[in-house]
């Protein structure tokens, strides 16, 4: 069984939107970017992530209504 990943050339983005509704625990869209910002620090994406992989900055954050 081989695993097949992409190389991908830097620098290199990705864009996503994210609905955060209502909920029972106070999550509200601050701290929602601190969580996306501790995982772009201490964990990453990708498979790569448990050796150092994978790592990621939020460079912009916009709250539509």
Known sequence: HM???PVLRTPWSVAFDVRLLENEYGLDAK???VWFENAGIYSGLGA???IGFGRFD???WEIVK
């Open 3 to 5: 695993e097949v990943r």
């Open 31 to 33: 701290e929602l970017r």
């Open 48 to 50: 790569g992530r448990k």
């Open 58 to 60: 939020v460079t912009k």
